[in-house]
């Protein structure tokens, strides 16, 4: 290996350029012989008398080799070595000790101080040049390094650049996701909604919602899309749009009349809906577990179907939590897919509870999840709170049984409370609920 480095220049070909090699020795004819070598290898030569003069030209001075004697007055080379050693320099200098020490424990102590090498005197030539190969081998794995390091520094500053970016703008994602429950209680009159959304990243793929269809019904629903990040929000975004009440002609729930008017449609009728519109137009990657229900007031009848997600819990005005449902498939991922309703009775004072898996399956510290019982339990011990202070009481629970506030999944929940009715109100009557009834334009 020839004694240059190779400087490069942008748009040039590689400049070679002469290390530089320190002689340090308080012997002038013994640092002469050494450096009258060196230079007539091609290395470029600085030579001083004393470890105290070679230090101050360390400091201002770019050296690639040291060869220092180990015995001078004064600092001597180990501690020349080690006063080196603690120099801000960028580049690495390999530093070989020139002595007549022979012990192991003393050649120890010149590795301890940070000697890469040693050699005895009388210096053989042949010896010193293949001490400064080996040096030059080093230096210039260095220097590769180092430049690897830089490439590594600044891709890590564009990376850090466009984290930044994608960081903002799914901030921004994450209000408008959440516009999509902008209103977290809604009272229906006779009914009221709370509802919360709590995502583990910046977006989330759960989605809670409700609308009205008349003065005597209202629909909840509670959906968890596969997955997390951006894919799973945008389809939330998108799945909130197929079930708006502003404009019935584009809800799933809805299917035009003969009169032009809009239908409601049973529970069911609506998942598979769903069900084939992921398959047939959007079949996409994903699917989602869904829960959706009907609150007929007029009938004092609950429709509801259940498509993968967690039980619905009904908790009674007289204080029993009722589970509701048998499971189901999800949507998206069966053609042809049956889903079975579950219809049940309701009266005033009632109130349906619909919440994603973050909740159930949120692991503890025990190895086990919160489970269904757990969240019986949390349900029990605040069903005299108000909707959303239940729910706000359901995530508090999680949080202490778990023993953190991040949870490993998004968290949504849904109270319908039915209120209590005054006189002259409707009151639920006998027979079958008819889910499918015209409702007027508007």
């Not at 890469?116 to 081998?137: I, Q, W, Y």
Request: charged share 25%.
């Amino acid at each position: 290996m020839s004694a240059s480095a190779m400087k490069i220049k942008e748009g040039t070909q590689p400049i070679p350029v002469p290390r530089h090699v320190l002689v340090v020795d308080d012997s002038r004819a013994q640092r002469h012989m050494v450096s009258m070598q060196l230079r007539r290898w091609g290395y470029r030569v600085s030579e001083c008398e004393t470890a105290n003069a070679a230090l101050d030209l360390c400091r201002g001075t770019d050296i690639d080799i040291i060869i220092s004697d180990w015995m001078m007055p004064g600092m001597n080379g180990l501690e020349f070595c080690k006063e080196f050693r603690g120099l801000d320099r960028e580049n690495y200098g390999y530093f070989v000790l020139l002595t007549s020490k022979s012990e192991k424990t003393e050649i120890a102590d010149g590795l301890e101080a940070g000697a890469d090498d040693f050699l005895t005197k009388p210096v053989s030539s042949n010896e010193l040049r293949a001490r400064l190969r080996a040096g030059e081998r080093m230096l210039a794995m260095q220097a590769e390094l180092l430049a690897k390091n830089k490439v590594i520094v600044s891709t890590l500053v564009e990376l850090q650049k466009l984290y930044d970016s994608l960081d903002r703008d799914l901030i921004e994602a994450r209000k408008l996701q959440q516009t999509l429950i902008r209103d977290r209680v809604r009272d229906y009159g006779w009914a009221r909604v709370s509802l919360i959304l709590r995502n583990s990243g910046r977006v989330g793929g759960d989605l809670v919602g409700s609308f009205r269809v008349d003065e005597d019904r209202v629909v909840v629903y509670s959906i968890d899309v596969s997955g997390h990040g951006v894919a799973s929000a945008m389809m939330t975004a998108r799945l909130a749009g197929f079930l708006t009440g502003s404009s019935p002609e584009q809800n799933l729930a809805f299917q035009t009349g003969p009169e032009g008017d809009h239908l409601l449609l049973p529970p069911a009728a609506v998942v598979e809906r769903f069900n084939r519109l992921m398959l047939e137009e959007i079949q996409a990657e994903q699917y989602f577990t869904m829960a959706l229900a009907v609150i007929d007031r007029r009938t004092g009848q609950l429709d509801l179907v259940q498509a993968g997600h967690p039980h619905p819990m009904l908790i009674r005005a007289d204080g029993r939590v009722q589970r509701l449902g048998d499971g189901g498939l999800p949507v998206g991922l069966i053609a042809d897919a049956g889903f079975d309703p579950v219809r049940v009775r309701v009266q005033p004072g009632d109130r349906l509870i619909l919440c994603s898996d973050g909740f159930t399956e949120c692991p503890l510290p025990n190895g086990k999840d919160f489970g269904e019982d757990g969240l019986i339990e949390s349900l029990r011990a605040s069903a005299n709170l108000s909707g959303s202070d239940l729910l706000e009481a359901m995530v508090w629970d999680l949080t202490r049984a778990a023993g953190t506030e991040s949870f490993p999944d998004d968290v949504s929940g849904i109270v319908l409370d039915l209120l209590p009715q005054e006189p002259g109100q409707h009151r639920p009557v006998s027979g079958i609920a008819q889910p499918g009834h015209r409702i007027p334009d508007g």
